[in-house]
């Protein structure tokens, strides 16, 4: 009994973060960490400042349930220099582009097949698909995260790839 005490705190102390997780403020301070600790994330002093410019958009995310899953997709256009960012729950999502440090809220900017790839977690699928349609000339790179926040626990998952375009599925 004792070792399962043990390791049950070894496991949680593992996926969790040391701060409790209760409002966007404390979200978004999280999100930030761990994309600058994990290198999820292009360039996440901005995506943290401009989240915060749009935080009412952001009620969407219920911290007072026991579990929660937050779900991102973001690229970044190198030749226009716009930053593009999806952020969703089973509930509601918020999209929109970063340019020249204005924010601006979009819809749509990504392929429609990629929201269920992200909230099954299919990297199988994903690498498959960047594999075989992701050499497209003017292909951006892509990040996708999926956030479980548990009983104000925050444990952040990401996948980098290449953009991809099948135009028989898309």
């Known amino acids: 009994m004792k070792y399962w005490v043990i390791f ?39 995506t943290y400042k401009s989240r915060n410019e749009i935080k009412d958009r952001f009620s969407f995310v219920d911290f007072n349930l026991k579990l929660d899953t937050v779900f991102i997709l973001e690229s970044y256009n190198l030749e226009s220099g716009s930053l593009y960012q999806s952020v969703w729950t089973k509930k509601k999502k918020v999209e929109y582009k970063i340019q020249n440090g204005q924010v601006e809220i979009v819809s749509n900017p990504f392929i429609t097949r990629l929201y269920p790839l992200i909230e099954k977690w299919d990297i199988f699928t994903i690498k498959k698909e960047e594999e075989k349609y992701g050499k497209l000339l003017g292909s951006s790179q892509m990040i996708g995260a999926r956030i479980v926040i548990a009983n104000g626990h925050f444990q952040m998952d990401c996948i980098k790839f290449q953009e991809f375009f099948d135009p028989k599925k898309d």
């Open 8 to 46: 049950m705190c070894i496991v949680l102390g593992a996926c969790s973060s040391t701060k409790t997780i209760s409002d966007f403020e404390s979200f978004s301070k999280q999100l930030h960490r761990s994309q600058k600790k994990q290198k999820c994330g292009f360039y996440s002093d901005l």
